[in-house]
């Protein structure tokens, strides 16, 4: 099992985020943001599934509550050679709620096992889910438990839960990720009660420090909008976990020209250059410069400039002994002038860019 993994996020954790993420961590497990099967079946697959082979470990995370859709959209995607299939029965919004998806499905168990049921059907590859620790009526410990053994019984092994509830009614998506409190002490009894289950543990976590601290309690921590808006702290998770081919010792200006040729490609492709620029906004997050590096890649871009020239000239905005610094490793104290740790990663200035 993979201990790291970064968030599925709608609009975030598109390509061209997840082969800029590659720059940082061989190893964690990336998704795809949430594709529902009505899209795969119906849309731009091509758009959708495809991916650089460099992105791999990689799960495609799904949504949908028609079995026979789902199970038709896995055979579709089969060939992209994705390493799982990852069901959502989390996410909170109205538009998921309409389509009967998501986090409302943790209030009918029998559906959601019928959906994996069919998933499993037609793959070898993993199928696992990611859910609530409750909705709004079905909040209570048991409440969940009783989901995950339903799912247990038809062969789902791996579990990532969010720790917190979801509230169907009143709060906006947004609200659903701060307001409802943190139960993390639930998702580790669902460890201490379930050993032979894989449970992971997402929310509200934002540095390296505390991935390690949750690692004592579960078998995998995701990481979530803070692997986003500070995507330095990648570049410690391979070291962490101990695995083979970490990337030690590079630096924010090798990450940024090992993305060039990238993002030739991916313009020539039809991409444009600000797409490929938004995963990279918070690489000198908390550094001197950061801000200039942002606004170079998130105002208003010269026209008729070749992307890399922009891009140039954005990190040459940089101070050259920040662009020269090497990544930090897990465990490193924040660096010089940088401001404290949840602060530093707070999202929303890059977030913000993101929709521009």
């Known amino acids: 099992m993979i201990p790291v993994s970064i968030a599925p996020m709608m609009d975030w954790t598109d390509r061209h985020y997840r082969y800029f993420a590659r720059r940082l961590t061989r190893k964690?497990?990336?998704?795809?943001?949430?594709?529902?099967?009505?899209?795969?079946?119906?849309?731009?697959?091509?758009?959708?599934?495809?991916?650089h082979p460099e992105e791999h470990p990689i799960s495609l995370q799904m949504g949908g509550d028609s079995p026979e859709q789902l199970a038709r959209a896995i055979e579709l995607a089969e060939p992209r050679g994705y390493d799982e299939y990852n069901l959502n029965v989390g996410c909170p919004s109205d538009r998921v709620r309409t389509g009967n998806f998501g986090?409302?499905?943790m209030a009918d168990p029998p559906r959601v096992a019928s959906l994996v049921r069919a998933m499993q059907a037609v793959t070898d590859r993993p199928v696992t889910v990611k859910h609530r620790i409750g909705i709004d009526g079905l909040e209570r410990y048991e409440d969940m438990l009783r989901f995950v053994d339903t799912l247990a019984a038809e062969g789902i092994t791996r579990f990532t839960v969010h720790a917190r509830i979801a509230i169907l009614q009143g709060l906006s998506p947004r609200d659903n990720r701060?307001?409802?409190?943190?139960r993390y002490e639930e998702?580790?009894?669902?460890k201490r009660e379930r050993p032979d289950l894989e449970i992971e543990i997402n929310g509200g976590i934002k540095t390296l420090e505390e991935v390690r601290e949750h690692r004592r309690h579960v078998d995998a921590v995701m990481i979530g909008r803070a692997a986003y808006a500070n995507p330095s702290m990648l570049a410690g998770i391979d070291g962490m976990i101990g695995a083979e081919g970490d990337l030690p010792g590079r630096t924010r200006e090798e990450v940024v020209r090992e993305m060039i040729p990238y993002l030739r490609d991916a313009v020539a492709a039809?991409?444009?250059?600000?797409?490929?620029?938004?995963?990279?906004l918070g690489l000198?997050?908390?550094?001197?410069?950061?801000?200039y590096w942002k606004r170079g890649l998130s105002g208003r871009l010269p026209e008729g400039l070749p992307p890399e020239e922009i891009l140039e000239a954005a990190l040459?905005?940089?101070?050259?002994?920040?662009?020269?610094e090497p990544l930090p490793a897990v465990g490193?104290?924040?660096?010089?002038?940088s401001p404290p740790a949840v602060r530093g990663i707070t999202p929303e200035g890059v977030l913000r860019s993101r929709r521009t």
């Open 332 to 337: 490193s104290p924040p660096a010089a002038n």
């Open 187 to 190: 998702v580790y009894r669902l």
């Open 284 to 291: 000198f997050a908390g550094r001197p410069g950061a801000r």
């Open 28 to 51: 964690a497990l990336l998704y795809t943001e949430m594709i529902t099967a009505a899209a795969i079946l119906f849309g731009d697959r091509d758009r959708l599934l495809g991916f």
């Open 178 to 182: 701060t307001i409802p409190p943190l």
């Open 103 to 105: 986090a409302c499905l």
């Open 270 to 280: 039809g991409s444009s250059p600000r797409a490929v620029f938004n995963p990279m």
């Open 316 to 324: 040459s905005s940089v101070p050259a002994e920040i662009r020269g």
